[in-house]
C-alpha cells in the first residue's frame, strides 16, 4: 500500500490498454483516491465508467489544453478527494498531422501547434493552474509520458518528437520551480513502444514494436510495467528524484545494437 491516504488526479484513461487505465488500477490497489479526466469527446466513448467503479472514482472531464477546464478539474477534484492532491499523472499526446498522415515535409503549422499545445504546452498548463490555484501538497509528485524520439530521430514519430522534447524541457523548467515553491517533483517516464490507441496509431507501430523488443535486453517494458513505475514515483519512496527523463524501456536506449538484430543481417 504505497499510495495509503494519497489523493491524485489521474488523466489520459481511454480504454483498458491505455497506460493512465493500469496506472489507476495499481493506485487503487496501493490505497490512492482519485479523480479521472478526459476530454470530453473522449468520455463519450463510455470505457472510462467501467474504470471510475472500479476504482471508486470521480470523471471530470477537461480538454488538458483549456485552462477553464483545469481550473474546473482542480476545483472538482480537490472538493471529491477532501483536499488537496498528492500526485497527478498527465498520460496525454496526440498529433493531428500523425493522425491524418502528413508527412514530416509537408506537416500542416496549425496541427502542428495543436500537437504541441495537447502533447506538450498543456504539462506547464497543468503545473501553472496547480501553482496558482495553489491545490499541491508538499512532497506532491507531477509525472508525465515521453519517448525517445526527444532524444533520437524516429522519422514515422513526426512532430510529436518535438512534442516530447518541449514535454522534458517544461519538464525541468517547472521541476525547479515546484521543488522550490512547494517540494514537488516533476518527472518524465520515457517508455516503450507500448500497443494502445495512441501508440499503434504511428505508421509502422508494430514493426518498431517488434524492433524494440528485439533490440532491448530486457524487452519491451508493457503498460502495467509502466503504471507500477508510476506507483513508485508517486509514492514516498522517490521523494528526492526529480526534473528527471527516466528511461523505462527494458534497456533500448543504451543499447547500440543486440545479437537477436545482428543475426538478422547476417
Ligand atoms: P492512449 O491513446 O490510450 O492515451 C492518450 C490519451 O490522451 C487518450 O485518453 C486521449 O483521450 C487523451 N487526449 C488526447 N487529447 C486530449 C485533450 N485535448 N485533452 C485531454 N485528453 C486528451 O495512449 P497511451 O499510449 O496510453 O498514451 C499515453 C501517453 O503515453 C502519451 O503521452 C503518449 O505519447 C505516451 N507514450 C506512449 C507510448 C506508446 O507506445 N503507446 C510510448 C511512449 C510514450
Known amino acids: 500500500m504505497l499510495l495509503k491516504g494519497k489523493k491524485g488526479i489521474i488523466s489520459g484513461a481511454l480504454d483498458e490498454n491505455s497506460i493512465a487505465w493500469k496506472v489507476a488500477e495499481k493506485c487503487k490497489e496501493n490505497g490512492a483516491n482519485f479523480t479521472l479526466t478526459n476530454a470530453p469527446i473522449a468520455l463519450r466513448m463510455g470505457k472510462i465508467n467501467d474504470l471510475a467503479k472500479k476504482c471508486s472514482s470521480e470523471i471530470i472531464p477537461a480538454d488538458i489544453t483549456s485552462i477553464k477546464d483545469i ?17 497527478i499523472l498527465h498520460s496525454v499526446g496526440m498529433s493531428p498531422n500523425v493522425r491524418k498522415n502528413k508527412e514530416y515535409g509537408d506537416l500542416n503549422y496549425d496541427w502542428f501547434f495543436k500537437t504541441l499545445d495537447v502533447s506538450a504546452i498543456s504539462f506547464h498548463k497543468v503545473m501553472q493552474i496547480a501553482e496558482k490555484n495553489n491545490i499541491l501538497n ?39 520551480r515546484l521543488g522550490k ?3 514537488t517533483r516533476v518527472n518524465t517516464i520515457s517508455q516503450s513502444p507500448t500497443i494502445t490507441t495512441a501508440g499503434s496509431g504511428i505508421e509502422g507501430f508494430e514493426a518498431f514494436y517488434n524492433y524494440a523488443e528485439k533490440m532491448s535486453p530486457l524487452g519491451n517494458a508493457t503498460a502495467e510495467e509502466c503504471a507500477n513505475y508510476c506507483v513508485f514515483l508517486f509514492s514516498d519512496l522517490s521523494k528526492k528524484i526529480t ?24
Open 71 to 87: 481550473d474546473n478539474l482542480y476545483e472538482e477534484s480537490t472538493k471529491a478527494l477532501g483536499g488537496k492532491i498528492d500526485f
Open 138 to 176: 508538499k512532497w506532491s509528485s507531477v509525472l508525465g509520458l515521453s519517448y525517445i524520439a526527444a532524444q533520437r530521430t524516429f522519422p514515422f514519430y513526426s512532430d510529436m518528437a518535438e512534442a516530447k522534447s518541449l514535454l522534458e524541457s517544461i519538464t525541468r523548467s517547472y521541476g525547479y
Open 181 to 183: 515553491l512547494s517540494k
Open 243 to 266: 526534473m528527471q527523463n527516466l528511461f523505462h524501456d527494458g534497456g533500448f536506449s543504451n543499447t547500440g545494437i543486440s545479437e537477436e538484430i545482428i543475426d538478422q543481417f547476417s
